[in-house]
């Protein structure tokens, strides 16, 4: 059976890269966004075209077309509300409500044990805190991994993993000529990750596709950061490393 993944979100940044990758081994990959992916081919592809900040019509979309693609083997969440309304309802809406929604009417659908996993992309935003950055953000993603946990409980009696996945700001196609046009801020991240480089697209793609595999079978409710160390350094010490530079 080949495996069939469902992307929400998939149609661009780490979305795109993860279903680039899962395209590139032959899987099915569905992706839903509000606009068709561009950069992405294959004959496993499928597009489901629906908006988040419409929770209740977007699993509607989903679930109708559901039995013509065949059982889930992953259900991954990539999205991020990037919409001009009010973002604390946007953030909610589009980040929890319709995650939850989604998985709901998902639950029947999944392909048996151990090839059943749903990964929620959470970020490092869940724990710290970024300066500027909106409250809508820092709930919302604190939020997306205790939702993975609570469903790891609620599905593992029928087989269904779930786990987060947080990175740190990742080089993306859409952002990778602004970090690359911005040395300082470059050189300044190259020194500070203990890996000595920005993490990707790729980097996240690649640590979700290990936890929707069967090579996960035993790991659910957990959070994985991808950050390539960046939240191992004591706050002090990295103001010192900082101001010695
Ligand atoms: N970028 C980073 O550095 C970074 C750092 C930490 C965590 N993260 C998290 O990692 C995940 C991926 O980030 P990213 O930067 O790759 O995301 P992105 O490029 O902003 O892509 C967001 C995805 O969500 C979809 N989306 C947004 N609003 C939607 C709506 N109303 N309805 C349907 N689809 C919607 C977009 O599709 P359409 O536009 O086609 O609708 C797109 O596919 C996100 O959860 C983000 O919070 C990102």
Known sequence: MTPHHILVGGTKGAGRALARLLLSQGHNVSV???TRPSGLEGDGLRFVEADLERPDEAAGRLLEAIPGLGPIHGLVFLQRYRGKGDDWEGEITVELT???KIVDVCIEHFAPAPLAAIVMVGSNAGKFIQNGGPASYHVAKAGIVQLA???AMKLGPQGIRANAVSPCTFLKDESKNFYLENKKL???YEQIVPLRRMGTAEDVAQAIEFLISPKASFITGQELFVDGGLSLH???SMARMVAEM
Do not use: M, S, V
Request: proline share 0%; hydrophobic share 45%.
């Open 32 to 34: 839903l966004g509000r």
């Open 98 to 100: 319709a995650t939850r």
């Open 149 to 151: 946990r609570w469903f």
């Open 186 to 188: 470059l050189n300044l």
């Open 234 to 236: 004591l706050h002090d």
